[in-house]
């Protein structure tokens, strides 16, 4: 029979308060609230949750031991499965993974997996360690390019096995779009650090400042006593509108912009050199997750109004529903169904402004949702000094085009085997957004962790 105790909310910082800080949104359930929510599953013989997470975590018997008070054991049972677990407690969408096969959302709301996944990782982290655990050494190294999701839990995966794993990251620190995509609001860099501190205490080395492509490449990789490859270099080259006025000062793809905040603490300057330019008004283009992520991190830099501009209506936004009710709260502004045809500029060289069309909907279009058209004559200025164009991104090309035989589709992803993450250079494997372009971080988790066996599998056959 189904649990007809109402789902537990997250208690969150007052929306006036946090539109004014970097400090974490969402602040966690408290042990008592955390059994109560637990106490709500009522452990399915058969549980379909478990068949929605990508990464396979046992999740009836996490949440047992969580309602049980047993706290430790409840982290170390997702440790087992998911190496990242205070992240994905924060960042991944349950709502249409493992909380959407929970048998008490049929006529209810669905037990807040999430949440008590963030709650039993924090509570670990606070209060004892439950360390990965690791094989004999099998003799084998792997070089994995990339230390965002994928390549982490790649990383982690093969160090289980025994294996002598080198991580390469290009940037000056390790954890690709957790440190400079995602805001310090809905993901502390504290706690990136310490899932990736609990890597190098398997013995994964990890290595930054290495642009694969530039100071080495994958061919020299496997001629220098690597083993295999690994490539989990993700999709950070941002694609812009072509539209007239992009080259204007104040013009800022949502990477660079959420890269100077997250990565480079310009949100901190001048304790921090790198500067940030952010008018009173401020345009996000989009209607994704990073869209939310670049208008509520201009909110705190300082502006008055900033706007999320998005050509289709609030039902077709692709950003998860918690991120758009939290923008909402803090006083975002969303310009529906409008489109910028232009970004107009003064004498100087800086955005005053922004043309837009208004639209409605027409029939679906392939994507299934319906296609905006736009109306004529209404056209209409909006007064804006800072622009960020967060419609999407395309894959890193320093790797992939220094790679001689590797198979690429036509947008430039690495084409690999989709049960193996095989490509086609033998004892190279790929995944993440470098394969499946821009996706999330427990999917490219999960490409990581299947990518990891089959490389495990690859090495103690050759």
Known sequence: MASKAPRHDMPCQDPIVRGKNFSEVALGYTVET?????????????????????????IPQFINKIA?????EAASILKGKNTL????????????????QCILGVKGEPVAIG????????????????????????????????????????????????????????????????MYGIPEFRLPKAIVQKEINSLKDMGVEILVNQVVGKVTSVQELLANGYDAVFIGTGAGLPYFMKIPGENYNGVYSANEFLTRSNLMKAYDFPNHATPIKVGEQVAVLGGGNVAMDAARTALRLGAKDVYIV??????????????????????????ILTNPIAINGDENGNVKSMTCLKYELGEPDASGRRRPVAIEGSEFDLPV????VSIGQGPNPLVTTTTAGLEL???????????????????VYAGGDIVT????????????????ASIDAYLMTN
């Open 115 to 178: 949440r008590l996944e963030r709650f039993a990782a924090d509570y670990e982290m606070a209060n004892g360690t439950s360390k990965l655990e690791k094989a004999t050494p099998s003799g084998k190294k792997v070089a994995v390019i990339g230390a965002g999701p994928a390549g982490l839990t790649c990383a982690a995966e093969l160090a289980r096995k025994g294996h002598a794993v080198t991580v390469l990251e290009a940037l000056h620190v390790a954890g690709g779009v957790l």
């Open 68 to 72: 049980e008070g047993e706290h430790l």
């Open 409 to 427: 589709n036509k947008w430039g992803n690495i084409v690999a085997d989709e049960t193996t993450m095989a490509t086609s250079i033998p004892g």
């Open 85 to 100: 677990p205070a992240i994905c407690g924060r960042v991944c969408p349950q709502e249409s993974q493992c909380e959407a």
């Open 385 to 388: 000094q800072t622009v960020v």
């Open 34 to 58: 955390a059994a109560e929510e637990a106490k709500r599953c009522i452990q399915c013989k058969k549980p379909k949750c478990v068949e929605g997470c990508p990464v396979g975590v046992d």
């Open 437 to 452: 372009g821009a996706a999330t971080v427990i999917l490219a988790m999960g490409a990581g962790k299947t990518a990891a």
């Open 310 to 335: 998005y050509r289709r209506s609030m039902t077709e936004l692709p950003a998860r529903v918690e991120e758009v009710h939290h923008a909402e709260e803090e006083g975002i502004q969303f310009k």
